[in-house]
């Protein structure tokens, strides 16, 4: 199994940019495959982006389409997710996890966009 750990969400408000991390631990993850979820109150986890093991493909849903980034630093054992033009619907605790992912989550990171 792989630890996560989440950090660096926050409160911005809509068309700010915010960065978050997803630092891994117990194995190293350059062979995975590795994906960012997000969960609003009252909903399903959703799919937000995927990037492959060398980080040469990446995918993303449509609602995130041109706006988020999905990168890795394999050295450093680390996923990041760039976040642009912030919407006030990607309101949601944001998680990472390998792909496909394993049964031990992290525990998230809280972002809040205010209109």
């Known amino acids: 199994q792989v630890q996560l750990v989440e950090s660096g969400g926050g409160l911005v408000q809509a068309g700010e940019s915010l960065r978050v991390s997803c630092a891994a631990s117990g194995r190293a993850i350059s062979t995975y495959f590795m994906t960012w979820f997000r969960q609003a109150p009252g909903k399903e986890r959703e799919f937000v982006a995927t990037?492959?093991?060398?980080?040469?493909?990446?995918y993303y849903a449509d609602s995130v389409k041109g706006r988020f980034t999905i990168s890795r630093d394999n050295a450093k054992n680390t996923v990041y997710l760039q976040m642009n033009s912030l919407k006030p619907e990607d309101t949601a605790v944001y998680y990472c996890?390998?792909?496909?992912?394993?049964?031990?989550w992290g525990q998230g990171t809280q972002v809040t966009v205010s209109s």
């Open positions: 996890n390998t792909h496909p992912p394993q049964d031990d």
């Open positions: 990037i492959s093991w060398s980080g040469d493909n990446t």
